[in-house]
Each structure stands twice: as structure tokens, then as C-alpha cells.
């Protein structure tokens, strides 16, 4: 394996509401400031790859705007997933891998505000059995909080706890949408209440990806990504035990998870419950801080929220806070598709 | 670091329709994908991981579509990425797959590419009309006529020869049995005498709108070898992209494109791509755009085009067979129509295109674009194990 680093991460100031704001313009200040804590220009770059979708944005091909903000003339080497970020940088450390490129931009943006982001998702289900039913994603996340309490492996209470403590982690973050605890509320749907889910809001992340001696000339301490790897399950959550999550645990051990203890884990669970499921399938227990940045149950940028815990990992390991962090990402109802990568700061390389 | 070669050793395709109302959505992907398992011999259990593309998810009015097709692809507890490069992503989607072979993270890679226009309108599906956005002009021939249009003003070329393109092309489908159009009473004077939709784009040089699917396998030197048909190898492989418009934009000849094609020779060791290619599947959604893409990939020289497809080059027996398979004016399930070209140009060097085999096909392009005429991706494949 080549090795590469995340060099750079920079994210939006995650709201409600960007009314006034395009998707380009939503990025741009984003695409810049990684540029420029790299000293790289657009143009310095060996390949770009974004994550976005055309349903949150209502039209199609919306990604093709944001390459006005790229700058992208002269053309780029250029690629696309209709997926979180969090699968663009996987493709673009597999280009890395390739040796073609020493350098990626790596981006991903959502603004959910122009519809309800809880509908848009229930178009991601099976058209002809469960699709037509409209079940939204706080619908199916309960039915698997529902799932894990009938197993014994969480109660409200507990849900209600990583709730509280995703919130208070997130005082310390400026980006995210909510900062400091905040009430349980009512529930949305049994056994979830207001405060077990997550925000809507509207983000963008960029990170910059480098290989070798370039990420060293790039980064005084580069978020070297000693594994990474991503798996799916079946979709029928007819077919799916809920309460364990098997591509999660397969990922996290071909990404060398298991190898040596992490000391930080940023998880993206959309939803208190989900963390209780990803704590499982990764074997953490409390000697690990997990989701300090608050999580996505702090802002949760649909398309962008697994680049943003690849980053808020990586961001951990440059300022010296982390040696060794796990960063996940999920897709799909109920954490149906997982990636898991692991990120080491340079005095942990040890061959 | 040396890279792994690349092989293709098993192609699918779908018979390609107006509309498949036989199927579900996971039934056509599945129907592709088995077909390219069954020509490299191969089963699911041999698939490391799955990489599918297929254009805008208002298709089919399905988000992420592959999140409900992981289980029709077989790609329950392996990796599965999905690439959207608008129209070009048939052609990125093999490339992304290529690369996990090349980067040696996989072994063998089923990539796939698939449309089902039917469930919607695509024409319409592109036109969304958002408050400060350029919409897309009802459909892509509102957006590519006035393009096609500076092509002939630019280079004097006759309003005959698109006519041409879409003779020959759709004579050739006539050869390929998973093409869409079909018909076998063709004549030039139907094709000059139906109605003008786009000015100077007549109905008879368009594409139709299919339902359909493409797939592929990919696998390293030691899949290679265990190939029971000759496989296809990747000489090179690139994207390019620019933004939709701006300042200074060349619409006839894209400077992405000439970028992306000079990035594909450059890795293949190709010099003179007029003689040492020997059969070019290229994306011409609409007649004309087989003489501007000649010139924007180098087969002319600039206002030269038209006069390779004039003379004969380009025709299934000519010097640079251009689209034995039919291409895009034939079949057109938008999302996979990259990957056909990819997968027909993989089939021309293994000797496997039947009927609209190019005799001798070496080398073969396959050439894919998208958006307003500003994603590339394309790849080169031969006969022969790349040499470096």
C-alpha cells in the first residue's frame, strides 16, 4: 500500500437554512481553504472527485455546477460518486494507490433546507416493495432503536445519554449546527425523540489527500491512512439483524481496526441508536473518546457528514490530539453500507 | 511502482428496448451481469467487489438506486461504489473499476452500467427548470444543434454528411443483436427525409431512449490467464473534465477532450492514432458529432472531420471503422451508453463482436462524454498485454 495522508480538512459552518447560497457558492470558501493550508492551486492538483446528489438538489447533473468553483480550466482529471464524500476520498486513494496521481481534492456538499429531507430519503428504498409505503429515515432508524432495546442492548435512557454527550462535545466545535445539549423534546417516532436525531441542515467538506514525501512538504503532521475499506449489506431490512452491523465489522477489519487500539473514533450515526450498533460492530469501549466534534448528531449535512468525520479524525491527528483514530462513514437506511478507515499521525508509522 | 495490467475477459449486455416492462430494475442489472459472468466462466463468489454508474437518479425516480440493487449484484459484504459523470459516467464507472485492479486493492471487478428510460421521460428529466440555472434547453439536442450548427460554419462541411453518420451507424446495428433500433428497410433518403427536431438535427440522426444495461469483468495478469475467451487489455484509461460554460469555451472541439484523449495515447504509447487504432467506439449521440469528435481525438486534422466520413473511412469496411456496434444512434440507455462503447471497443481486440467484428481489431478505442459537451473518459485496449 502507498502510503497517503489526509493532509488538509476544512467544513462549513453547518445550518439550517442556506436560502442565500447556491451549492457553488455553499463550497467555494471551503474548496479554498483547503487550497490555500496547502499552498496548492486548483491547477497543482492530480485529480479531483466530489460526492453529491441530485435528489437533495432537485435537478440533475447538479454536480456539474460545482465545478465552476473548482476552477476547473485547463480541464482536470475529474470523477464523480453519486454517494457521500466519504466514497469520493476512497476513490481517490485508490487513484493514489494506482501511482498516476500524488495529490487529490477530495469534496461533498448537501443542502436538505429547499425540501424534507425526511421524504427525499425514502426514495432510496426498493421501488416496488417498500418505497411505495414513503417509511421516512427516523421511521426505519426506530424501528431499529426498537430492535435494539427489545435485544437489551440500549434504553432510552442510554440513548438519551449519548444524545447529551454528542451535544456537549459539539460546544467546542464552531461548525456545528448544535452546539451544547439539548432537550430530549417529544418523540418523532417511538422510541426516538426529538433529540435523538440528528439535525437538517446544509454543509460542505473538502479535504486534500497526498502521498509520501508530498503529504510530509504539504502537512507538519499528516493524517497517514494505514487502512480503509468499505462494505454493503442487503437492502430489505426484512433480511438485516438491526442490532448488529456486519459490514461495519468486516470493513473495520480489513482496514486494520483490530490491529491496535484507536484513541478516537469519529462515527457516523445519524441517530443516538446507531451509535449503540457501530460501538458494538467496532469493539469500543469507553477508553476511547468518540465523536468529539459532536457527530453527526451535531450537523448532519446529508452527502457530506462521513467526508466530515474523515476529516474531524484527520483534523485531531494534525493538531497533535490523536495518535491513532477510526473515522466511519454509513449510507442507505439503517446503516446499510459502511466505510471504516484508519488514521495515524507520523510518530505512530511504525514499520 | 509498476501497476497491475488490467483485463476485460467477460462482457454482458441486455437486448437494448424502448422499454423493458418484463423486468424489475434489479432484473435488467442482474441480466447484464450474469451474461458477463457466463463469458469469463467466472461466479459471483469470484467478484471482489462491484462499481456501478448510471446517470441522473430522476431516471428511474430512485435515489442511490444501488442501494437496493446490492443484493441483484451480488454485491452483499463486498465493496460497491456508484460514479455519476453525467453522460460519460458509462465510461468513468469501467475506469474507477479499472483502477482498483491497477491499484491491486481487487483482483476481479464486475462493473456495470445500466438505463431504464422508460420510467420516465428522459428528455424532460433533463430539462428541470431551477431559478438561476441554465436548464439544458428541453433535451440534449436543444443544447448540442447550435454546436453542430458552428461545426459546419466553421468548417464548410456539406449538410449531407450527417445524414451519413446515422446511415451507416444504424446499417450497422442491423449486425449487433443487442441494439435497439433495428431496421432493416433503411435508406439514405429515409434518413435525409424525416422531420427536423433541432436544426440542422433531423429525428433520423438522434438516439432513441432505451432500457438497458452493460457489464463487464475485470480482473489482474492472473485472471488474465485463466480466461477462457481471449481477453481485452487496458492500454490506457483517463477523465477530463471543464466546466459547463465559460469565457472562451470551444463547444465543437473541447479542449477536455483533446486533453483526455492525449493523456489516453501518451499511456498507450500511440503516436499516430489514425493508423495504429484499428476500430473506434465513440459517444455520438446525434449524427454530426462523428466528424467533430474525429477531429477532438485526433483522427483529422481540425476542419478534416467530415471528409473521413464523406469518403468511407469510417464505415464497418472502411480504413477507421467508427461504431460497428451501431453506437449511441442505435442504443441509448444513457447511463450505460459509455460503457457500451467501452465493453464493444473490449469485444472488437478479443475477436468477439460477431457480425460487426472489424477484421483484425488490434487496438480500439472507446470514447464517452457527457454534460455540455465537458466530461471525458475514454480507454484504449489491445489484443496484445500492455508492454510497460
Not at chain 1, 178 to 207: F, I, M
Not at chain 2, 206 to 227: E, V, Y
Amino acid at each position: 500500500m502507498r502510503d497517503t495522508a489526509i493532509v488538509a480538512f476544512a467544513q462549513t459552518d453547518h445550518v439550517r437554512h442556506t436560502d442565500e447560497l447556491s451549492e457553488v457558492e455553499m463550497l467555494m470558501p471551503v474548496l479554498h481553504r483547503v487550497l490555500d493550508a496547502t499552498g496548492l492551486k486548483a491547477s497543482d492538483i492530480g485529480f479531483t472527485c466530489s460526492g453529491s446528489s441530485d435528489y437533495l438538489a432537485g435537478r440533475a447533473f447538479s454536480f456539474t455546477m460545482a465545478l465552476d468553483g473548482v476552477g476547473a480550466y485547463p480541464p482536470i482529471s475529474e470523477s464523480h460518486v453519486e454517494m457521500d464524500g466519504a466514497w469520493a476520498l476512497y476513490e481517490a486513494w485508490v487513484k493514489i494507490q494506482t501511482g498516476q496521481v500524488d495529490t487529490a481534492l477530495v469534496y461533498s456538499y448537501g443542502k436538505s433546507s429547499p425540501g424534507e429531507v425526511r421524504d427525499v430519503l425514502t426514495r432510496q428504498l426498493d421501488p416496488y416493495y417498500v418505497g411505495p409505503l414513503w417509511p421516512d429515515s427516523v421511521a426505519l432508524a426506530a424501528l431499529q432503536a426498537r430492535a435494539l432495546i427489545d435485544a437489551g442492548d440500549t434504553d432510552e435512557a442510554a440513548l438519551a445519554a449519548i444524545a447529551h454527550r454528542s451535544r456537549a462535545a459539539a460546544a467546542d466545535n464552531p461548525h456545528a449546527q448544535l452546539r451544547g445539549p439539548v432537550p430530549a423534546g417529544e418523540y418523532v417516532v417511538q422510541p426516538l425523540r426529538t433529540g435523538d436525531c440528528p439535525p437538517v441542515g446544509d454543509g460542505a467538506a473538502a479535504v486534500i489527500l497526498a502521498a509520501g514525501d508530498t503529504a510530509r512538504a504539504l502537512c507538519p503532521r499528516p493524517a497517514w491512512i494505514r487502512g480503509i475499506d468499505h462494505r454493503i449489506e442487503a437492502h430489505s431490512l426484512g433480511v438485516r439483524e438491526l442490532t448488529e452491523s456486519p459490514s461495519t465489522y468486516l470493513a473495520a477489519t480489513r482496514a486494520g481496526v483490530f490491529e491496535r487500539p484507536v484513541d478516537t473514533a469519529e462515527l457516523h450515526a445519524p441517530f443516538t441508536s446507531q451509535e449503540v450498533v457501530l460501538r458494538k460492530a467496532l469493539r469500543l469501549d469507553d477508553s476511547v473518546d468518540v465523536n468529539p466534534s459532536g457527530g453527526a448528531l451535531a450537523a448532519n449535512p446529508v452527502m457530506a457528514a462521513g467526508l466530515i468525520r474523515l476529516g474531524e479524525a484527520a483534523a485531531r491527528i494534525h493538531r497533535g490530539e490523536s495518535e491513532r483514530a477510526l473515522a466511519h462513514a454509513t449510507s442507505g437506511p439503517c446503516l446499510q453500507q459502511n466505510l471504516v478507515a484508519v488514521l495515524e499521525g507520523e510518530s505512530a508509522h511504525v514499520q | 511502482m509498476s501497476s497491475e495490467p488490467v483485463a476485460v475477459v467477460g462482457v454482458g449486455q441486455t437486448k437494448h428496448v424502448s422499454a423493458r416492462r418484463d423486468v424489475s430494475i434489479a432484473g435488467l442489472v442482474r441480466e447484464a451481469a450474469v451474461r458477463a459472468l457466463e463469458d469469463a466462466a467466472l461466479t459471483w463468489a469470484d467478484i471482489d467487489a462491484v462499481v456501478i454508474g448510471k446517470a441522473p437518479d430522476f431516471f428511474e425516480g430512485l435515489m442511490m438506486p444501488e442501494l437496493y440493487l446490492a443484493d441483484a449484484l451480488g454485491a452483499v459484504g463486498k465493496p460497491m461504489l456508484r460514479v455519476h459523470t453525467a453522460g460519460s459516467v458509462g465510461g468513468s464507472t469501467a475506469l474507477v473499476a479499472a483502477n482498483l485492479v491497477s491499484a491491486r486493492v481487487h483482483r476481479t471487478v464486475l462493473t456495470l452500467a445500466f438505463e431504464k428510460q422508460s420510467e420516465s421521460n428522459a428528455m424532460w428529466g433533463l430539462s428541470l427548470p431551477i431559478p438561476f440555472q441554465q436548464p439544458l434547453l428541453a433535451g440534449a439536442g436543444g443544447f448540442f444543434a447550435p454546436h453542430v450548427r458552428a461545426y459546419m460554419r466553421r468548417t464548410g462541411a456539406p449538410d449531407t454528411v450527417g445524414s451519413l453518420v446515422a446511415y451507416k451507424d444504424r446499417r450497422n446495428a442491423l449486425k449487433n443483436p443487442y441494439a435497439h433500433i433495428h431496421d432493416p428497410d433503411i435508406t439514405l433518403e429515409k434518413v435525409r427525409s424525416a422531420p427536423m427536431l433541432w436544426d440542422p438535427i433531423r429525428y433520423s440522426e438522434t438516439c432513441p431512449s432505451s432500457d438497458g444495461a452493460c457489464a463487464m469483468i475485470l480482473t489482474d495478469r492472473a485472471g488474465a490467464g485463466r480466461s477462457p475467451h481471449p481477453p481485452a487489455w487496458v492500454h490506457g484509461g483517463a477523465m477530463r473534465s471543464e466546466p459547463t460554460l465559460f469565457a472562451g469555451k470551444d463547444f465543437v472541439s473541447p479542449r477536455a477532450g483533446r486533453d483526455c484523449a492525449a493523456d489516453v495515447y501518451r499511456q498507450a504509447g500511440i503516436s499516430d492514432p489514425r493508423r495504429e487504432i484499428d476500430a473506434v467506439e465513440m459517444y455520438v449521440p446525434f449524427s454530426w458529432y462523428e466528424p467533430m469528435w474525429l477531429e477532438n481525438l485526433g483522427f483529422a486534422d481540425e476542419g478534416e472531420g467530415w471528409k473521413l466520413t464523406e469518403s468511407g473511412v469510417t464505415e464497418l469496411d472502411g480504413d477507421l471503422p467508427v461504431n460497428p456496434s451501431g453506437g449511441v444512434l442505435s442504443t441509448n440507455p444513457i447511463g450505460a451508453s459509455g460503457m457500451i462503447r467501452f465493453a464493444e471497443a473490449a469485444l472488437q481486440v478479443r475477436g468477439r463482436a460477431g457480425e460487426h467484428q472489424v477484421v483484425g481489431a488490434r487496438k480500439a478505442l472507446g470514447h464517452a462524454y457527457g454534460g455540455g459537451a465537458q466530461f471525458f473518459s475514454m480507454w484504449l485496449v489491445g489484443a496484445e498485454p500492455p508492454s510497460s
